[in-house]
C-alpha cells in the first residue's frame, strides 16, 4: 500500500508515518503569518506543511452567517502566490486543501506536491475529477462520508488514471472528544480499500492527548499524521482549537519516531534484548557438588541455576546416570561434552 512518493518519500507499505503540519486559517488572514507557520513547521519535524486555499464566494454565499469570517481570512491570489514560493523555498513538499476550481489553478501554476480533498466535496465528483486530473498524489478525506461515497471517490480518482491516493480519517470538531478518533476505523478502511490511511488529528491542542493519540493513531496503522500548527495558542485565534505550537509539535514528532521503534518487524521476530536478556538470564544445569571422573552421577547431584552456559534443565535426563570424563568442580555447568 503505497501512496507514491512525495518526493523521495515513500508514504505507506511499512515507511515511517508521514508528518503534515496543517495551517488551515491559523495565519488569521495575513500572509506573513502562513509564511511563519511554514517554518514553524519545518523546524517542528513536519515532512510536508498544508494549506487550505479557497475563495470565500465559492464556499458561501454573501448572506451566509460564516460570510465575514471567510472574508477576514481569505488570501489574495498574489499574496497565496508569495506564501506558496517562500513555503516550497524551505526544502518541505507543500500540500493544498483546494475547494474550488481557481484554487486548484492556483495549485497548479505553485506546482504543489498533493492536494486534499475536504470530507465535505467527498460528493462533489466533479470537482474531484478535475483534481485528480492533475495526476498529483491525492489524499480524500473520509470525516463524516459512508462507505459508498469512500469507494465511489476512490473510483472517480482511478477513472483519471490517478493511482497516487490515499485516504484520511479523522472527525474535525472544535476540538474533538478522544473517544470520537475511532482509531480502529484506520484498519477498517485499509482492510476494504487496500489504501494508506492517514489520520486527522483534531482533539485539544492544550490537552496531554493531543501529544500521545497521534503515537496510538501510528501504532493502529495510521501511514500519515496531520496535525495543525498555531503561532501562540494563548491568543485563541482562527483554528487555534486542536493546533500545536511548535515545541509540542515537536515532541509529537519525537513521541512518534520513538513509538515506530517499539513497533518490530512483522511476523515472529524477538528483539535481541529479549535474546540477550534470556541468554544471561537462563537456568542452566549445574553440578550440585564435586562430580569424579568416572563415576555414574544421580539427579540429586544437579541443580539448576541461572548461568549463561550449560544445557537446559530440560536436557537434564540425558545426563543422569552417564559417567564424567574428568573430575568436574561443585557449581560447574554441565555440557554434553563432559560425559562419556
Known sequence: MIIGKIGARRIGDGAPAFILGEVASAHQGEADQAIALAKSAQAAGAEAVKFQLFRAEALVGPNDANRATFDQIELSIAEWERVLGEAKALAVPVFADIFDRRSLDLGEKMDVAAYKIHSTDMENPAFIHAVAATGKP???????SGLGVVEASIDVVRSEGNENLM??????????KTADSQLRYIETLKRLFGLPV???????????????LPALAVAFGADLVEKHLTLDRAAKGFD???ALEEDSFRKMVALIREAETAFGEPGLVESEGAARYHASMRRAVLSAVALPQGEPIAEEQLVFLRNDKGLSPGAAERI?????????????????ELFE
Open 320 to 336: 543422569v546416570g552417564r559417567k564424567p570424563c574428568r573430575d568436574i568442580a561443585a557449581f560447574e555447568p554441565l555440557t554434553e
Open 240 to 242: 487555534y482549537q486542536s
Open 138 to 144: 491525492m489524499l480524500l478525506s473520509t470525516g463524516g
Open 198 to 212: 492517514g489520520f486527522l488529528d483534531h482533539v485539544d491542542g492544550g490537552s496531554e492527548m493531543a501529544l500521545m
Open 167 to 176: 485516504l484520511l480519517h479523522g472527525v474535525q470538531n472544535f476540538p474533538t
